[in-house]
């Protein structure tokens, strides 16, 4: 591969070897969905337009920025690829004499490179972390130049230098390492660039959302910590909505308020949808009331009146960080029934017709339900409706018994827990009221959180749950919100966030 740095400055020649120019710059373009990337000239006015084809990975070069000098001043001009017979390191031949001395104007989707990604942030994907482009490298491919790979050594740093290539050799003579020897490089495909302020987004916007969602979200929220709240939002832009949730949930409170608020507030809302309800909770109670109730108005009903009811608790109590996503079924269900309700709602789910089942599934909880479902939403005592919200075909999703349906979000007085080993290993056709434990301790909503924690703690729980005065079961504290109570700041941060 070469060097950019290698490439420019050097003479672009006319057919019979005379220098007409200095390359100034190489132009690629960043594919789009459905595009090739490479562009062809129409006629000799050097307009470009891209045709179709597969999405590529290496963005092609299709022209030369030439700087051609006249009797006052300099200019820069495009030389459209067709026109080039070859480029190396001595230099460019062009195929025919005649240069449009048009200046250059970059167009929509295309990235100069020097002037483009010099010194411009990225986000190395397989090394987990953000760098700093210091040269580019490229290879020749069947008679075409293809940007390759990114250059963020030390040395490619003294390359741009005026003396660079001797300042590099001294380098690598104290360093003990072979004259030209290169760093490691990162593949382009491992790059994601981070958009920064004053430089054109074109790059930013074409990076497939594959690229990013190869990162787990506690690295993705460890390396957005060295990122503006503007390039963090940028970011989560480019990712699918369900990654952008995991990620922004693995941040501290305040940074997920400063993310939202540089965030589309439309695009904020939807990432909000994703997020567990109480991690929801926790980012709006970092944002002004006004702001809060902009992105409540702009979400799914249900999904913010599930919000709102845990906002309308303390911040520091049991039903501000308790969640409101977990499993509760009637106790007339037997076990078979319970686990084949399971199953439809995962199929329906991945079908998009219903809700998913909750993330973290610790145990499932046994309500004194009404033996069939109420023909009306049930209310509660403070005035929130009931947990889960129907998809589109939700009845695809539902399981019927001789009861009725069976709901997996019951209503009702908390009579016992079933943790998930003791519903496999009981018979199909036992009441899960047979299996079922009784709770071993619960707890009241406006109940202070670090006595929540210490209890969760003290008992070994994996989850706590949390009753009205009339013991209808509200929600649930789970351990990992209780370590997010107990552990101070200072020793959080020691903890890699994967397992926080």
């Not at 030390?154 to 072979?178: C, D, H, N, T, Y």
């Not at 382009?188 to 987004?201: I, L, Q, S, Y």
Request: with cysteine; hydrophobic share 40%.
């Amino acid at each position: 591969m070469t060097s950019l740095t290698d490439l420019l400055n050097k003479p672009i020649r006319d057919p019979s070897g005379d220098e007409v120019a200095k390359l100034d710059d190489l132009v690629v373009r960043i594919p789009q969905s459905g595009q090739n990337g490479h562009d062809r000239t129409n006629g000799s006015n050097g307009s470009r337009s891209a045709t179709t084809g597969p999405l590529e990975v290496y963005p092609p070069v299709i022209g030369l920025v030439a700087q051609v000098k006249g009797p006052r001043s300099s200019r820069n001009v495009f030389i459209p690829w067709d026109k080039v017979q070859r480029l190396d390191e001595s230099g460019a031949q062009l195929k025919t004499p005649a240069v449009n001395l048009q200046r250059f104007a970059r167009r929509e989707g295309e990235i100069v490179l020097r002037r483009g990604l010099f010194d411009r942030q990225v986000v190395d994907v397989e090394g987990r972390r953000i760098v700093r482009i210091n040269d580019l490298d490229l290879a020749e491919r069947n008679g075409e130049w293809r940007l390759m790979a990114v250059d963020v050594s030390f040395g490619a740093m003294l390359r741009q230098l005026p003396a660079g290539k001797l300042l590099q050799q001294r380098l690598a003579s104290l360093l003990k390492r072979e004259p030209g020897a290169k760093a490691p490089l990162i593949d382009w495909a491992m790059v994601v660039p981070v958009t920064e302020a004053g430089v054109d987004t074109a790059l930013q916007l074409r990076v497939p959302r594959e690229r990013l969602n190869m990162l787990h979200p506690a690295d993705l929220a460890e390396l957005m910590d060295e990122l503006t709240p503007q390039q963090s939002a940028d970011l989560l832009e480019n990712m699918d909505e369900e990654l952008a949730a995991d990620t922004l949930e693995e941040m501290e409170d305040d940074r997920q308020a400063q993310i939202l608020r540089a965030m589309d507030p439309e695009r904020a809302a939807d990432v909000l949808e994703e997020m567990e309800p109480d991690e929801a909770t926790d980012a709006l109670q970092g944002v002004s009331k006004a702001e809060a109730a902009d992105l409540l108005g702009r979400m799914d009903r249900d999904d913010a009146e599930e919000v709102q009811e845990l906002l309308g608790y303390p911040e520091d109590s049991a039903g501000g960080i308790m969640t409101t996503d977990y499993l509760s079924v009637p106790a007339w269900a037997t076990v078979g029934e319970i686990i084949e309700a399971m199953r439809a709602r995962k199929k329906a789910a991945a079908a998009d017709e219903e809700d998913p089942l909750p993330n973290a599934l610790p145990e499932i909880y046994v309500v004194e339900a009404e033996s069939k479902p109420p023909r009306r939403p049930m209310v509660r005592k403070n005035g929130a409706r009931p947990r889960g919200k129907p998809g589109p075909r939700a009845a695809a999703a539902l399981v019927t018994t001789e009861h009725g349906p069976l709901p997996l979000e019951a209503e009702g007085k908390l009579l016992g827990v079933v943790e998930l080993r003791q519903l496999l290993l009981a018979e199909p056709d036992a009441a899960i009221s047979d299996v079922m434990r009784p709770p071993a301790c619960v707890a009241h909503p406006y109940d202070n959180e670090r006595e929540v924690a210490r209890l969760i703690a003290d008992e070994d729980l994996v989850a706590l749950p949390i009753v009205d005065d009339a013991g209808a079961m509200l929600g649930i504290v789970t351990v990992d919100d209780a370590i997010d109570v107990i552990l101070p700041t200072a020793w959080k941060k020691r903890i890699p966030r994967r397992f926080r």
